[in-house]
């Protein structure tokens, strides 16, 4: 009981009283981090969809078993969801875990590939200038010395500079405030710069919700109307989704759409088609290049990077051209240009990182689906 009065004691006066909301969604319920469904406990904005524009399946649908091998990664890793679609129809799919085509699950950092789309249509429009603008022009908190350098482009790229450390399993880490917080636009905007912008790769959501805070100020509405009348209801993505925000109503931009597998790879279906969706150009196929290309960047090793365009990654395998969206837990929305493949995988558990950044069962995801069909 004392210890529980230091700690309640040292949370208040520490002022990091959503530490509360932590634990009772998280702790309290037996993880030790976010989850796939934990959104049902955070508010959200709807993105509202329009009239459903269902894919193709293939005469072949769920013909094809999943290899021996797929189906004790799926096992092991708690996936829920595995959809498999070949030249924009679809040719497998499962879901596990109580889980079906319609069942709402949070995306994680997938979330920031969609608002990069969401910058490149507000560049194709003419909100903004280019990747080249000066975050100061948006922001005025970004008008001094040395932050006054950082560009749009800086923060698609992960190199702003900025002094964020992104870790998922500390309790009272910026990741963890922003996520479990309440005021996004209190943490992020005073950030400082640490290092010149434009040079060093340094995964940063603080980059991604810098973005969202850009694109309310550009179009004068909040990016989940904005997405939704840009990209949900193009797209006809299968039903309307929810986007978690914190108490001011912001939408925690560098995670949290919450959908499902078949939405989620309608953006694949608008990159591989360079930026146009049944016959309705939705995003300029220059901005699509740039944003599937490694960016000209180094490490923090400083080694070159080449794996990170504008929020996608990137990566090349077995003569293949791979991009893909990644989020926390081994969420994936994966493009295979050669093959005019799109995987989706969600689920609850990821493999280990490597050393290239990438992670070993997105590997693992694609050689599974080529075995299948290729």
Known sequence: MFVLVLVNLAILISGKTWLYKAVSVTYLKGYNSAYID???HFESNDIKAGEKHNWLVSNNYNKTVLP????????????????????????FEKYWHGYS???????????????????????????????????????????????????????LTMSSGLGWHENYYNPIGQAAEAY???????????????????????????????????????????????????????????????????????EKAF??????????????????????YNNIKLIDSSFVKE????????????????????????????GNNVFYARG????????????????VRLGKKSSKELPNGHHKDLYEYIDGALEMFF
């Open 68 to 91: 021996k091998n797929l189906v004790d990664l799926h096992s092991d890793n708690q996936s829920v969801a595995f959809l498999v679609i070949i030249n924009d129809s679809i040719f």
């Open 101 to 155: 085509s319609e069942s709402l699950s949070n995306s994680f950092s997938m979330a920031k590939s969609w608002v990069a789309t969401l910058i490149g249509i507000a560049i194709t429009e003419g909100y903004i200038k280019s990747v080249n603008q000066k975050v100061g022009d948006f922001l005025p908190e970004f008008n001094d010395e040395p932050k006054s350098k950082i560009t749009i482009k800086d923060l």
């Open 255 to 276: 995670c949290c759409i919450n959908s499902n597998a078949r939405s989620f790879a309608k953006i694949g279906r608008l990159y591989l088609n360079k930026g146009v």
């Open 291 to 318: 944003a599937i290309t490694p960016a000209k960047l180094v490490d923090k090793n400083g080694l070159k990077n080449t794996s990170y365009g504008y929020h996608f990654w990137t990566t090349k395998y077995k």
């Open 180 to 250: 479990y917080g309440d005021n996004l636009k209190d943490l992020i905007l005073p950030l400082k710069s640490i290092e010149p912008p434009g040079r060093v790769f340094k995964y940063h959501s603080s980059c991604t919700q810098i973005l969202s805070f850009i694109l309310e100020k550009a179009v004068n509405k909040t990016i989940s109307d904005y997405l939704s009348e840009k990209l949900w209801i193009p797209i006809g993505a299968s039903k309307s989704a929810t986007w978690s925000v914190d108490e001011n109503g912001d």
């Open 38 to 40: 934990d959104f049902i």
């Open 328 to 343: 926390h837990l081994g969420q994936y929305m994966v493009c295979i240009p050669e093959k005019n493949m799109i995987i």
